[in-house]
């Protein structure tokens, strides 16, 4: 029922994105909640060809994650129905921070983000679970940090819609928004986060930590900031490192979600990089098709853990395209998209975006870089397609596999066609391919080479000793103990703010301390006279006539 619903209505707000980007119309309906003095509360709500098109990708992942996990979590169990609610609780948080350009609306939906991811990060209940989820919930509130911060800052503009504002470019916003975009996109420092989040189910992992929650930050600065030329070489140095911090750690990792989540790592800095170079719309386009290609790689991913009894090290897998070929076709298709291959979805995106990096006004290095992480993609790919398909089967002999024609085979197949695609015809709507560039044949060629290069040193790393290598196997998959970092961080700030609390808590303690003991000592006193009254008068009347006499 609600796989059809949700499906439905992807399908009309599609239509309505391509009809509102061909005829350049948007919609904004305000509603005057509330006006005290000159500050006024209005709620917003847009329609654009942006929010439409990132509103109907949420909604088809999510009727393919709800079909998917109908069959993956059970069909009529509890646990199945809590599911369900927290995923739609999810979508009506995502269309909160979609649909409004209102401050107070995205902290609304942005709150309800953070506190449903967290909700679906424990859904198993383990001590891994909750551990992980503590680490996604509190990483995130410091993301709520910034957005408070620029609602308060914004209260002397008379209104919290900064989409009235985008001519007045305030350095303050702009960078609380970037922090709180980097909080919810994981970018470097705050990318210990996703991997843990991996503790979540795997459809979870399939809508949440790979195509809507983690791309909220990317849309938020698209949102906010799209007629700017943001060049800013600290952040787009930030992105890049986030880029080649993921790649590096996924080529030694052997947790199967892992790999896949810091591959989204990887692709979420290069959103974030082609934002800062002034790609708005590159990165738009790069964000959409990325959505449909890692959702399938989740989805393959989970059917390979289901028949394998819930294992996740890709070292036990091997042979599954003799047992579950159609997974292990899509699952190909999937990671050819994330590496680029021409000609599927993937390919348009980042293809445009490191071509155009070459006008972007940054030196070579950016340049090359870009490339590397192009290399290092393509080498963590066929390194996971190695070891779950090609390889020899590892596990136990007694575990019966076969592809089953059901919920879960409908749903990746649906979702392995538009990774084919959804590129091109993406492209080709957007009229993107307009922008013809002319490069010599040795440079345009140079992606191709990479990729096949990447293949080659992605089969050649799997012949590598571990053990020779073993500080540098350790560091990487440590994730180059960003971790520790990251708790060294929040350590220290909690001391500070610790031994901050501290001092106002003495000054209150003894100042409410004090007066709750006069006033104590005072009540007890009347409260004996009260309590004794025959005895006080006839004292007191003794004591009176004695000084009369």
Known sequence: ?????????????????????????????????????????????????????????????????????????????????????LVLLFIF?????????????????????????????IYYSSLNSNLSGMITCLTNRLGDIGILICISWMMSFGGWNFIFYNFY???????????SSFTKSAQVPFSCWLPAAMAAPTPVSSLVHSSTLVTAGVYLLLRFFSNLMIYNYIFVLMGLFTMIFSSFCANYEFDLKKIIAFSTLSQLGLMMTSIFMG??????????????????????????????????DIRFFGGCCNFLPLTSSCFNISNMALCGIPFLSGFYSSDLIIEFSFFSGFNLFIVMILYLSLGL???????????????????????????????MGFSVLIMSLLSIFFGCMLNWMMNLDLNWIYFPFLIKIMT???????????????????????????????????????????????????NYYSILFWGEYYSTFNSYMYMYKLSNFFQIYLNNTIKVFMISYLLWFLFLL
């Not at 609600?2 to 948007?26: E, H, K, R």
């Not at 909604?59 to 599911?83: K, W």
């Not at 269309?95 to 983000?113: K, Y």
């Not at 470019?169 to 922090?179: A, H």
Request: proline share 1%.
């Open 1 to 85: 029922m609600w796989f059809f619903n949700l499906l439905i209505l992807s399908m009309v707000s599609f239509y309505l994105g391509l009809y509102f980007m061909y005829t350049d119309i948007c919609f904004l309906l305000e509603y005057n909640l509330i006006g005290i003095n000159s500050l006024n509360f209005c709620y917003i709500l847009i329609f654009d060809f942006k929010s439409l098109l990132f509103v109907s990708i949420v909604l088809f992942i999510s009727s393919m994650v709800i079909l998917y996990s109908s069959f993956y979590m059970g069909y009529y169990s509890i646990s199945s129905n809590r599911f369900l609610y």
């Open 93 to 121: 948080s995502m269309f909160l921070m979609i649909m409004s350009p209102n401050l107070i609306s995205i902290l609304l939906g942005w709150d309800g983000l953070g506190l449903v991811s967290y909700c679906l990060v």
């Open 169 to 179: 470019f305030d350095m303050n916003i702009f960078i609380l928004l970037v922090i």
């Open 279 to 312: 790609f708005m719309d590159y990165s738009f386009f790069h964000l959409l098709t990325h959505a449909m290609f890692k959702s399938l790689l989740f989805l393959c991913s989970g059917i390979f853990i289901y028949y394998y009894s819930d294992n996740q």
């Open 377 to 407: 993609t393509c080498c963590y790919s066929f390194r996971l397609v190695y070891y779950s398909l090609v390889s020899n089967f590892n596990f136990s002999p007694l575990n019966c596999m076969k592809d089953e024609f059901n919920f």
């Open 448 to 498: 191709l080479f990479l990729v096949i290069m990447g293949l080659w040193i992605g089969f050649e790393i799997n012949s590598f000793s571990y053990l020779e290598s073993f500080n540098y196997y350790v560091f990487n998959s440590n994730m180059w103990f960003m971790m520790g970092y990251s708790l060294f961080l929040s350590k220290y700030l909690f001391n500070l703010f610790f």
